[in-house]
């Protein structure tokens, strides 16, 4: 499945900001997606992942309660509403697709989209 990701831009601390994943190709439900993001000068990161249906959705700890992920397999299209915004949000940020709802590899990517979190 390919996948491009977008709605990344500059945003104040405390703003919001809801990105946005469009796929095609192969059958979009058959894919669970993941957001993940990069710091400048730091490793890949988890930030969220949601299950085909769209029914179960995880977060790592520092976007939990701020972040909110969603899909539409109708429109083909993941959202990562993003919420209550501070600097350390700032990244590029990527989605991805896999099989499996809960382990494996994730094997398609998208190529990502900044984001800015000014003070």
């Known amino acids: 499945v390919q996948l491009q990701a977008s709605g990344g831009g500059l945003v104040q601390a405390g703003g919001p900001l809801r990105l946005s994943c469009a796929a095609s190709?192969?059958?979009?439900?058959?894919?669970?997606v993941g957001w993940f993001r990069q710091a400048p000068g730091k490793e890949r990161e988890f930030v969220a992942r949601?299950?085909?249906?769209?029914?179960?959705?995880y977060y790592a700890d520092s976007v939990k309660g701020r972040f909110t992920m969603s899909r539409d397999n109708v429109k083909n299209t993941v959202y990562l509403q993003m919420n209550s915004l501070i600097p350390e949000d700032t990244a590029v940020y990527y989605c991805a697709a896999r099989r499996s709802d809960f382990s494996g590899e994730y094997t398609d990517w998208g190529q990502g989209t900044l984001v800015t979190v000014s003070s």
């Open positions: 190709g192969r059958a979009f439900s058959s894919f669970a």
């Open positions: 949601i299950s085909k249906t769209g029914v179960s959705s």
